[in-house]
């Protein structure tokens, strides 16, 4: 199963609108989670991404929430934009290992 | 610099051939990862490297080999396919160390197994 379970699997935004990814772990030994972004046709690409002991990160128009004691995460995007549709994966790391969960489809409409 | 590049882009098999996919760095990176996506599961490890001559198994390694012969180079083999491994396939790479956080992944290969 899964070890990183991300939810919705897909959304639909208006243009300017904010986007809103979660997702939620139980292994306590992750040290890392980054968030992901896949286009069509293309290998994911690292967006954003945040320790366990930081609660907030903010990169331009992304931003990432973690609650540690609630051992969930999300993924903010503020404003979202058409150049913004693609999929989006969030992710845990243990080792030299990342655990991806299922990945949400993000469609900015116009 | 290519970064990570994957060989072939797309590939047809029939149920029971092999075939080996190649994957290629320039970044000098000390890991190399391969993923298999598939709709609704995301990324799920197949094997990884943690360096030349070495290889450990992921998450789903059954029916799957890797070798990992020069530091750039990882390949994944299919011994015998089958309609399950039918996927998409992503090779990664990331650096050693406190470095490694970021992993770059490759265009992808989809093999289609019939």
């Known amino acids: 199963q899964q070890q990183v379970k991300q939810s919705p699997q897909s959304l639909i935004v208006q243009k300017g609108g904010i986007s809103i990814i979660n997702c939620a772990y139980e292994?306590?030994?992750?040290?890392?989670f980054p968030w992901y972004q896949q286009f069509p046709g293309k290998g994911p690409a690292l967006l954003i991404a945040i320790r366990p002991d930081v609660s907030e990160k903010k990169e331009g128009r992304f931003t990432i929430s973690f609650n540690k004691s609630a051992k969930q995460f999300s993924l903010h995007i503020m404003d979202s934009q058409p150049g913004d549709s693609a999929t989006y994966f969030c992710?845990?790391?243990?080792?030299?290992?990342?655990?991806f969960g299922a990945g949400t489809t993000v469609t900015v409409r116009a | 610099n290519a970064g990570v590049t994957q060989t072939p882009k797309f590939r047809v098999l029939k149920t029971g051939q092999s075939m080996t996919l190649l994957c290629a760095q320039d970044m000098n990176h000390e890991y190399m990862y391969w993923y298999r996506q598939d709709p609704g599961m995301g990324l799920r490890l197949i094997h990884y490297?943690?360096?030349?001559?070495?290889?450990a198994k992921g998450e789903v390694p059954d029916g799957y080999n890797v070798s990992r012969l020069k530091k750039q180079n990882f390949l994944l083999g299919l011994e015998s396919a089958a309609p399950s491994q039918t996927s998409v396939y992503f090779c990664a790479s990331s650096f050693a160390g406190t470095k490694q956080e970021t992993q770059y992944f490759g265009p992808g290969t989809r093999l289609l197994v019939l």
């Open positions: 490297s943690v360096g030349e001559g070495t290889t």
């Open positions: 992710a845990a790391r243990f080792g030299y290992k990342l655990s």
């Open positions: 292994n306590t030994a992750f040290d890392y």
